[in-house]
């Protein structure tokens, strides 16, 4: 597997590249793509990292699986190429968004706007085998996806952490709190949203207004 990240990712995870683990799921991916269709296209696995530089993480969304339908996925979670019907989920972000800051819905669900102003789109799990939710969970991406969260939070200080359902909660669980805003809720999905988890709990206000509060550029949603 071709790593193809930004340097300053390069260098805060050169150690986890190494490690055995690594080297097996890297040897297990090149299988899957090489006999199955797996998503996103390879050159995307690693976009959440390339469009956001470790030094200009402001905002991290933890989101589980990459998209599995044709076309959809683009390494970052939550987001869809252009073109792509915008999914359930990301429609009601979009919502929400709307509700509390007044932005009007986009017609794309291409979120590349909101990683390259800092806001780290990570799913768990990097890469998945086409109509095959799940399918590359457990091989190693979970090991490395901690490892990320965890350099994010031992090594930068007033990052934001957005936690939407029951997995990211527990996957974000050991981020500092004494240094980082966590901000959680449930997940954007109609089955969590629509039974009052997700609506009205106005994450994107709260992320700028602690953004402004640190002096940094607030993201324009």
Request: a positive charge.
């Amino acid at each position: 597997m071709d790593v193809k990240i930004d340097g300053s990712w390069k260098e805060v995870l050169q150690d986890e590249f190494s490690k055995p683990y690594f080297k097996h799921l890297s040897h297990f991916i090149k299988q899957e793509y090489k006999n199955y269709t797996c998503y996103p296209p390879g050159k995307q696995i690693f976009s959440a990292f390339e469009y956001t530089p470790f030094n200009k993480v402001k905002v991290v969304i933890l989101g589980q699986d990459p998209y599995h339908g044709v076309g959809q996925a683009n390494g970052l979670c939550f987001s869809v190429n252009d073109g792509v019907p915008i999914p359930p989920s990301l429609i009601n972000i979009y919502k929400e968004i709307e509700a509390d800051i007044l932005k009007p819905i986009p017609t794309s669900g291409n979120l590349e706007r909101w990683a390259k102003q800092g806001v780290l789109l990570l799913n768990a799990t990097l890469t998945v085998r086409a109509h095959q939710a799940g399918s590359h969970q457990r091989k190693g991406w979970e090991i490395f996806t901690d490892a990320v969260i965890k350099k994010i939070s031992d090594e930068k200080e007033n990052v934001v952490f957005l936690l939407w359902g029951g997995y990211a909660k527990k996957k974000g669980a050991k981020v500092d709190t004494s240094k980082h805003l966590v901000l959680s809720c449930g997940h954007p999905s109609p089955l969590s949203a629509n039974r009052g988890y997700w609506f009205g709990n106005k994450h994107f206000s709260t992320v700028n207004k602690y953004l402004k509060e640190q002096e940094v550029a607030q993201i324009n949603w």
